[in-house]
Nanobody, 121 residues
Framework: QVQLVESGGGLVQAGGSLRLSCAASGSIFRIDVMAWYRQAPGKQRELVASCTSGGTTNYADSVKGRFTISRDNARNTVYLQMNSLKPEDTAVYYC???????????????WGQGTQVTVSA
C-alpha cells in the first residue's frame, strides 16, 4: 500500500522558517508530480507549490520568493522550505503525489495526512 508521510510542521513566529518533508513509500513505479497544498480554517484547499520529476516548479503568487519546493526522486521525497513566514500562512499543509504503482497501471492522486503549520504574529 502506497502512503505519504509528512513531517516538519509546527509553531513559529512571524518571519521564521520551517521545512516540511513528505516521503512516499510502498510499491511505486513512478511519481510525475509532487505538490504541497494547504487549507486554512473556513477556506478551500489551495495549491502552494508543485514540482515535476524533471524539476519544473510552480508556486502560488502568495508564496513566491519565500517558499522553495524541491524533490529527491531517488527517495520519492518532496520538501517545502518556508521562509519569512506570515500569520496568513497558518494552515494544514498536505502533500500530494500523482503516481503509478506499476508500469501498466493508471496514475492517481494520493494525499498525505496533513501537518499543521501555525505562524504567530
Amino acid at each position: 500500500q502506497v502512503q505519504l508521510v509528512e513531517s516538519g510542521g509546527g509553531l513559529v513566529q512571524a518571519g521564521g522558517s520551517l521545512r516540511l518533508s513528505c516521503a512516499a513509500s510502498g510499491s511505486i513505479f513512478r511519481i510525475d508530480v509532487m505538490a504541497w497544498y494547504r487549507q486554512a480554517p473556513g477556506k478551500q484547499r489551495e495549491l502552494v507549490a508543485s514540482c515535476t520529476s524533471g524539476g519544473t516548479t510552480n508556486y502560488a503568487d502568495s508564496v513566491k520568493g519565500r517558499f522553495t519546493i524541491s524533490r529527491d526522486n531517488a527517495r520519492n521525497t518532496v520538501y517545502l522550505q518556508m521562509n519569512s513566514l506570515k500569520p496568513e500562512d497558518t494552515a494544514v499543509y498536505y502533500c500530494n503525489a500523482h503516481l503509478a504503482e506499476y508500469s501498466y497501471s493508471s496514475y492517481y492522486h494520493l494525499w498525505g495526512q496533513g501537518t499543521q503549520v501555525t505562524v504567530s504574529a
